[in-house]
């Protein structure tokens, strides 16, 4: 992972990199039910508030691009979620979280590794 060796990450870019990792770590372990769409706004618009700060951080800023097109399913996915849900729109959001499970459990692994 080039984050695990980027020679020195700044604490700035830390804070950026812990928050980050609790919305992904959240995103990968939601439970779907009726209040979950909000949980998942949250985290999405939490990501991409970190993934733009990271943007242009040595050793993330690939990794950052790669997880963006991911969170944009997932926030497309939960955007046309209505209350109650269908059950279509239940797997899209489904297969838009799988999807950035996948991506993201690689750059979590190296985020700790970056900032322990």
């Not at 790669?66 to 489904?94: E, F, G």
Request: hydrophobic share 40%; charged share 15%; glycine share 4%.
């Amino acid at each position: 992972m080039p984050a695990a060796t980027s020679p020195s990450v700044s604490a700035a870019a830390c804070k950026h990199v812990d928050s980050l990792r609790g919305s992904l770590t959240s995103l990968t372990h939601v439970q779907l039910n009726a209040s979950s769409a909000s949980q998942i706004r949250t985290d999405v618009t939490n990501i991409n508030t970190q993934l733009t700060a990271l943007k242009d951080e040595p050793g993330f800023s690939a990794q950052a691009s790669q997880l963006r097109s991911s969170v944009d399913q997932v926030t497309n996915a939960a955007k046309k979620m209505s209350s109650p849900p269908t059950s279509a729109q239940v797997q899209a959001v489904i297969t838009a979280l799988s999807q950035l499970k996948a991506k993201s459990s690689g750059m979590i692994a190296g985020m700790k590794a970056a900032c322990p």
